[in-house]
């Protein structure tokens, strides 16, 4: 049956090319890249520079499980410092002395941080949360405060995170700032004093408050309402009397701006008319403000410091791709920088400030470099009711494009969008003969709040019909067979998935879900307890499941799984925390009662999403089966791969 399997596939590509009168140039087809080379571990990923500029770390693999190495600048004395046994370090910063690495790790994704730390010196790691079921988010560290850290905790109520004060010497904890029940982000002055404080108000929108100091009492310092972005605070000025916030309120797209907390006087230092402030770069010693980055099409800095022009002038003429600052050492001589493309892997590199001098670190999967990618393309299309929606096209190389196989991709979130860069989902399904369409839909954010706003309850509704529409610009502009095409997601992009077989079922020939939720109802009444402060937003965003149930069940697929026709693989983590596996197993009970072809596989040692490479790897050899048959593309054959847990339903 496997060898009779593969012969279809090729047989199936074989037909679509002489069908499209491609067969001449069928050789022009590149190799199959390995998913192990797209899915597996990368070689090296990551790169921090330490705080006194002497050292850098990296993740890399070390008994097939990716670890924390750290090198000396100049040296090729590369020694891994941690030893992570199962599922990999994936978030690590340097602790402030320069010689300890503090990294975050939970048990088999169930999203329940601990905060570990690793000496240098002796290779000792200790866990300096070892509170089980709690979940740890670092707030803060400071240079004059090396051996202290900031962290919240969900200790003493699993809903609210209060703040706690590690030292880092002895690993005592002590509260330091406690929640009172509606906090959701918090952020600390020059002296490491939590002295600012934001949260979800009752009707969904935001607050923020501030205190002179740590025993001053708290007042609100601004307000505003549901429509806005999604805000954030920043940090405080130099002085410690101002506030860098990123808000939408006065202006449609998140602007960042400057708050005198003494008088809430506002003043703006970047913006723009459509797209949202993305993120800041900050002086890691003088807290001056240098530069703001937006989203656009690609990523693109806006300079605020004169000073760093020759920088990045110098580091633009080095590489063709989206320039980021990632790491820097406290005096700033030394930073680590990186350049995204879209067709090759991510490139680090070591930047000289005094010198001038760039030199490349390393690649994160140089293996790629040996293949032909595909490239991205920015795209937008005018919805039906007249709306401009955005987003990106990958054809793949070799074959004209004209006709094709396509996978419509759809993001999480649903509050986040795509971006242009290497995906690696985007090249495996490229390199196997289909064009990629990802869609930011309504509700997508970066695009200012009224983007954001048009997809409110919109689940299953404009949400969806903008990837409809999507779909239907793409067979338009000739580039996909409307017969073979196929929806996939993770996330919410499951959910788009369920929602593409379930409301439309004439629009997809088959449909790839991974950990997608399959009831609002459900969904909304089981998430994480320190998602509380955040209902309100859901129940803006989504609807409120205590007065709109009906109206949630009616944007549900497992309410119209009667309507399911075509063939439907899902993929989930036992241990998710966001998206519980009942919603899976409640759709998959439901089609197969009803005869509907679903293919469901379990994974017990994943939570929302797939961390383990072996079963990244085993998850997306069924998937590019599952596509291979019903849509047409090249495959390389699934196989098992040891160490995955991967449990067919």
Same mark, same amino acid.
């Given at each position: 049956?496997?060898?009779?399997?593969?012969?279809?596939?090729?047989?199936?590509?074989?037909?679509?090319?002489?069908?499209?009168?491609?067969?001449?140039?069928?050789?022009?087809?590149?190799?199959?890249?390995?998913?192990?080379?797209?899915?597996?571990?990368?070689?090296?990923?990551?790169?921090?520079?330490?705080?006194?500029?002497?050292?850098?770390?990296?993740?890399?693999?070390? +008994?097939?499980?990716?670890?924390? $190495?750290?090198?000396?600048?100049?040296?090729?004395?590369?020694?891994?410092?941690?030893?992570?046994?199962?599922?990999?370090?994936?978030?690590?910063? $340097?602790?402030?002395?320069?010689?300890?690495?503090?990294?975050?790790?939970?048990?088999?994704?169930?999203?329940?941080?601990?905060?570990?730390?690793?000496?240098?010196?002796?290779?000792?790691?200790?866990?300096?949360?070892?509170?089980?079921?709690?979940?740890?988010?670092?707030?803060?560290?400071?240079?004059?405060?090396?051996?202290?850290?900031?962290?919240?905790?969900?200790?003493?109520?699993?809903?609210?995170?209060?703040?706690?004060?590690?030292?880092?010497?002895?690993?005592?904890?002590?509260?330091?700032?406690?929640?009172?029940?509606?906090?959701?982000?918090?952020?600390?002055?020059?002296?490491?004093?939590?002295?600012?404080?934001?949260?979800?108000?009752?009707?969904?929108?935001?607050?923020?408050?501030?205190?002179?100091?740590?025993?001053?009492?708290?007042?609100?310092?601004?307000?505003?309402?549901?429509?806005?972005?999604?805000?954030?605070?920043?940090?405080?000025?130099?002085?410690?009397?101002?506030?860098?916030?990123?808000?939408?309120?006065?202006?449609?797209?998140?602007?960042?701006?400057?708050?005198?907390?003494?008088?809430?006087?506002?003043?703006?230092?970047?913006?723009?008319?459509?797209?949202?402030?993305?993120?800041?770069?900050?002086?890691?010693?003088?807290?001056?403000?240098?530069?703001?980055?937006?989203?656009?099409?690609?990523?693109?800095?806006?300079?605020?410091?004169?000073?760093?022009?020759?920088?990045?002038?110098?580091?633009?003429?080095?590489?063709?791709?989206?320039?980021?600052?990632?790491?820097?050492?406290?005096?700033?001589?030394?930073?680590?920088?990186?350049?995204?493309?879209?067709?090759?892997?991510?490139?680090?590199?070591?930047?000289?400030?005094?010198?001038?001098?760039?030199?490349?670190?390393?690649?994160?999967?140089?293996?790629?470099?040996?293949?032909?990618?595909?490239?991205?393309?920015?795209?937008?299309?005018?919805?039906?009711?007249?709306?401009?929606?955005?987003?990106?096209?990958?054809?793949?190389? =070799?074959?004209?494009?004209? +006709?094709?196989?396509?996978?419509?991709?759809?993001?999480?979130?649903?509050?986040?969008?795509?971006?242009?860069?290497?995906?690696?989902?985007?090249?495996?399904?490229?390199?196997?003969?289909?064009?990629?369409?990802?869609?930011?839909?309504?509700?997508?954010?970066?695009?200012?709040?009224?983007?954001?706003?048009?997809?409110?309850?919109?689940?299953?509704?404009?949400?969806?019909?903008?990837?409809?529409?999507?779909?239907? $610009?793409?067979?338009?502009?000739?580039?996909?067979?409307?017969?073979?095409?196929?929806?996939?997601?993770?996330?919410?992009?499951?959910?788009?998935?369920?929602?593409?077989?379930?409301?439309?079922?004439?629009?997809?020939?088959?449909?790839?879900?991974?950990?997608?939720?399959?009831?609002?109802?459900?969904?909304?009444?089981?998430?994480?307890?320190?998602?509380?402060?955040?209902?309100?937003?859901?129940?803006?965003?989504?609807?409120?499941?205590?007065?709109?149930?009906?109206?949630?069940?009616?944007?549900?697929?497992?309410?119209?799984?009667?309507?399911?026709?075509?063939?439907?693989?899902?993929?989930?983590?036992?241990?998710?925390?966001?998206?519980?596996?009942?919603?899976?197993?409640?759709?998959?009970?439901?089609?197969?009662?009803?005869?509907?072809?679903?293919?469901?596989?379990?994974?017990?040692?994943?939570?929302? =999403?797939?961390?383990?490479?072996?079963?990244?790897?085993?998850?997306?050899?069924?998937?590019?089966?599952?596509?291979?048959?019903?849509?047409?593309?090249?495959?390389?054959? $699934?196989?098992?791969?040891?160490?995955?847990?991967?449990?067919?339903?």
């Amino acid at each position: 049956m496997r060898r009779a399997h593969r012969l279809s596939g090729l047989v199936a590509l074989s037909l679509m090319l002489l069908s499209n009168g491609w067969g001449a140039r069928a050789v022009e087809l590149p190799p199959l890249i390995p998913r192990e080379v797209l899915f597996g571990n990368p070689e090296k990923a990551n790169p921090q520079i330490s705080p006194d500029g002497t050292k850098f770390a990296y993740l890399a693999p070390h +008994n097939g499980v990716l670890n924390v $190495w750290v090198r000396t600048i100049g040296k090729n004395d590369d020694q891994v410092v941690t030893a992570d046994k199962k599922r990999g370090i994936r978030a690590y910063f $340097w602790q402030e002395d320069s010689e300890h690495i503090l990294y975050i790790q939970d048990r088999d994704g169930d999203e329940n941080w601990h905060l570990y730390q690793t000496s240098l010196k002796t290779k000792v790691t200790r866990d300096l949360t070892p509170l089980e079921g709690v979940q740890a988010q670092v707030v803060a560290t400071d240079p004059q405060f090396p051996d202290e850290l900031l962290v919240a905790l969900n200790l003493r109520d699993r809903r609210w995170h209060d703040v706690y004060r590690i030292n880092l010497k002895t690993g005592a904890l002590e509260l330091d700032t406690e929640n009172p029940g509606d906090v959701s982000q918090w952020a600390v002055d020059h002296r490491l004093q939590v002295r600012a404080a934001s949260g979800f108000t009752s009707d969904g929108g935001m607050f923020i408050r501030v205190r002179e100091d740590a025993k001053s009492p708290w007042r609100e310092l601004l307000r505003w309402g549901p429509d806005e972005t999604f805000s954030s605070i920043g940090t405080f000025t130099p002085d410690g009397r101002g506030l860098w916030i990123i808000s939408s309120v006065g202006a449609n797209a998140a602007r960042l701006i400057e708050v005198d907390t003494a008088t809430g006087k506002t003043t703006v230092i970047a913006e723009d008319p459509q797209y949202d402030v993305s993120s800041v770069m900050i002086h890691p010693k003088t807290r001056r403000l240098e530069a703001v980055q937006f989203i656009r099409a690609r990523r693109e800095w806006q300079l605020l410091d004169p000073s760093l022009r020759a920088d990045f002038e110098l580091l633009r003429r080095e590489r063709d791709g989206d320039l980021n600052i990632v790491s820097r050492d406290r005096e700033d001589r030394m930073w680590i920088v990186s350049y995204i493309v879209d067709d090759g892997p991510v490139y680090y590199y070591v930047y000289d400030r005094s010198a001038r001098r760039l030199n490349l670190l390393f690649s994160t999967q140089p293996a790629l470099e040996r293949y032909r990618l595909a490239k991205m393309q920015p795209i937008s299309f005018t919805a039906r009711d007249g709306m401009t929606i955005y987003g990106y096209l990958t054809l793949p190389v =070799g074959i004209p494009p004209r +006709n094709l196989p396509m996978v419509l991709l759809v993001h999480g979130g649903p509050w986040a969008r795509d971006v242009w860069g290497f995906n690696p989902i985007v090249q495996w399904l490229a390199n196997r003969g289909y064009a990629v369409l990802q869609v930011n839909f309504r509700g997508s954010t970066g695009y200012g709040k009224a983007y954001l706003n048009a997809g409110d309850r919109e689940w299953a509704g404009k949400m969806h019909t903008d990837l409809i529409d999507g779909k239907n $610009w793409a067979v338009q502009q000739g580039y996909a067979d409307p017969k073979r095409v196929g929806i996939m997601g993770g996330s919410y992009g499951g959910y788009a998935t369920l929602v593409g077989l379930a409301f439309t079922p004439e629009e997809f020939a088959c449909g790839v879900d991974i950990v997608g939720p399959s009831n609002l109802v459900t969904l909304l009444r089981s998430i994480p307890p320190y998602w509380t402060p955040m209902k309100a937003l859901f129940d803006k965003r989504l609807g409120k499941v205590e007065t709109d149930e009906e109206f949630l069940k009616s944007r549900s697929p497992l309410f119209r799984a009667d309507q399911i026709k075509a063939p439907l693989l899902i993929g989930h983590g036992a241990n998710d925390p966001r998206v519980k596996k009942a919603e899976s197993d409640q759709i998959v009970q439901t089609l197969r009662a009803k005869n509907v072809p679903v293919t469901y596989v379990l994974y017990p040692d994943e939570g929302h =999403g797939f961390a383990r490479p072996e079963n990244r790897l085993d998850f997306f050899g069924r998937a590019e089966e599952f596509l291979a048959k019903y849509l047409g593309g090249r495959f390389e054959p $699934w196989r098992e791969v040891p160490g995955s847990s991967a449990q067919l339903q």
